[in-house]
């Protein structure tokens, strides 16, 4: 059971803008950076989203992030096949002294 | 290109000790840190600890203090993670991965290395 909440599956067509979740509390998210983490299959993680809403090199501008109060957002717009594969929040928890990941959800391109 | 390089797989018996090996090229060595991730079969992504490659200071998640040991040999850049007394629930692929320090609070992981597979089985 992971301090961050993230659902466990997305879904959408090619073209569309698909939004993936992640729920905290104010000793995490609430006072630290997010990064987004993609995990596609067969490959290592490779991040997205890091500091202040960055997209890391390299990262097209299909894919942003977003962060309010407790809760933060990874939004892909123009979705692609190639996109398909798990995402995972990631950040600094000041209670538990820990970096702490999501559940991860696994996003399905249609 | 900035690129880190594990060792290969490994297969243990519970009880055993593993260590994976994270060979570092493309960059200062000791300008960052190098954090160790796993995930277990069908599991997310899981923290295990970091460590500076160039004080040597380490952070370890509490699931894991007394039973890991990160280092980092600055001379040939390569950091070691060692898992002890292994069982079953440590099969898992580890990865290695630069940390970028920003400032409390403020960190990621990039690039990460390629995992290594840890089998623990009798």
């Known amino acids: 059971q992971s301090v961050l909440t993230q659902p466990p599956s997305a879904s959408g067509t090619p073209g569309q803008k698909v939004t993936i979740s992640c729920s905290g509390a104010?000793?995490?998210?609430?006072?630290?950076?997010v990064n987004w983490y993609q995990h596609l299959p067969g490959t290592a993680p490779k991040v997205l989203i890091y500091s202040k809403n960055q997209r890391a090199s390299g990262v097209p501008d299909r894919f942003s992030g977003s962060k309010s109060g407790t809760s933060a957002s990874l939004a892909i717009s123009g979705l692609q096949s190639e996109d398909e594969g798990d995402y995972y929040c990631?950040?600094?928890?000041?209670?538990?002294?820990?970096?702490?990941f999501g559940g991860g959800t696994k996003l399905t391109v249609l | 290109q900035v690129q880190l390089v594990q060792s290969g797989g490994e297969v243990k018996k519970p009880g055993a000790s593993v260590k994976v090996s994270c060979k570092a090229s493309?960059?200062?060595?000791?300008?960052?840190?190098i954090t160790w991730v796993r995930q277990a079969p069908g599991q997310g992504l899981e923290w295990m600890g970091w460590t500076s490659a160039y004080s040597g200071n380490t952070k370890y998640a509490q699931k894991f203090q007394g039973r890991m040991t990160m280092i980092t040999d600055k001379s040939a850049s390569i950091a070691y993670m060692e898992l002890r007394t292994l069982t079953a629930d440590d099969t898992a692929v580890y990865y290695c991965?630069?940390?970028?320090?920003?400032?409390?609070?403020?960190?990621?992981?990039?690039?990460w290395g390629q995992g290594t597979l840890v089998t623990v089985s009798a």
């Open positions: 493309g960059y200062t060595f000791h300008f960052y840190g």
């Open positions: 104010t000793s995490n998210i609430g006072r630290n950076t």
């Open positions: 990631a950040v600094w928890d000041d209670s538990l002294n820990a970096w702490v």
């Open positions: 991965a630069r940390r970028h320090f920003y400032g409390e609070g403020d960190n990621h992981f990039d690039p």
